[in-house]
């Protein structure tokens, strides 16, 4: 099986194909791989492929060298853990901020968040795992800067599914993982409206009453700190072969990288 990846040159009039990489894979368990490299030839018709030539360190570092031209370098602030092509990851502190709440189905015994309202609630520290196929948020057990050893928590925002997705609905997503960026996902995160949780998210959290009844005490007490012991540890779906094992910061992300 073979896959085929192109390069392309910057010129005057645009960019001109100048190379090709093949992929190959043997068999159905594709247990070994080779790559090879191929100029393109320009004729009178379409571009041709020619005979290639075993893919080198050489020409990684070559094309490595000539993309990395296109990608400014960023100094990284203090909440960055991750910044990488495809991921971006970063931890956001413990804070009271405004919350946004227009619950669909509210309980009758619900004493704050029974109507549309928007109030000040502590949010407990948060881990933010940007890929290109969404948003992942996670709590973490304490408001400090994370290890890779340190075990993550299930988000007690409403807007995320089980797996730690960021359900986006009519919200508007950013269109880069780049530092600059991270604002408009936190704004994603913290400033939309909490309509209701989403399946299973309720047993999220420990104690009596379920997550909407933990944010709506919050909010009638005026709570300024977000009880953190409340939360459960975050753990894998039931399709993955990681189910039940204790999710850190470094298998999340590592995880994230090849999804």
């Known amino acids: 099986m073979s896959q085929h990846s192109t390069e392309f040159e910057a010129t005057d009039r645009g960019l001109t194909l100048t190379n090709a990489i093949l992929l190959y894979r043997n068999g159905p368990q594709r247990t070994a791989a080779f790559a090879s490299m191929h100029a393109v030839e320009h004729g009178e018709g379409q571009p041709t492929i020619a005979a290639g030539a075993p893919l080198t360190r050489a020409h990684l570092r070559q094309w490595t060298a000539a993309l990395g031209r296109a990608a400014p370098p960023e100094i990284l602030p203090d909440n960055v853990l991750v910044s990488h092509p495809d991921v971006l990851a970063w931890w956001v502190p413990e804070q009271v901020r405004t919350a946004y709440f227009a619950l669909s189905s509210p309980a009758a015994d619900l004493r704050a968040l029974r109507q549309r309202t928007t109030v000040d609630l502590p949010y ?4 933010l795992v940007a890929t290109r196929k969404g948003l992942g948020v996670y709590a973490l057990p304490e408001s400090k800067r994370p290890g890779a050893e340190t075990l993550v928590l299930f988000s007690p925002v409403l807007n995320v599914f089980i797996d730690g997705r960021l359900c986006w609905g009519n919200i508007p997503q950013p269109k880069t993982l780049t530092i600059a960026s991270i604002a408009e996902y936190e704004r994603a995160v913290f400033d939309s409206w909490s309509t ?15 997550l909407v009844r933990l944010w709506d005490n919050l909010a009638a007490r005026g709570t300024k700190r977000f009880p953190v012991k409340r939360l459960r540890p975050f753990v894998f779906s039931r399709s993955t072969r990681n189910e039940g094992a204790p999710v850190t910061v470094g298998s999340l992300i590592a995880r994230s990288t090849h999804a």
């Open 124 to 127: 407990p520290a948060h881990l």
């Open 196 to 210: 209701h949780p989403n399946p299973g998210q309720e047993k999220t959290v420990s104690g009596k009453g379920g």
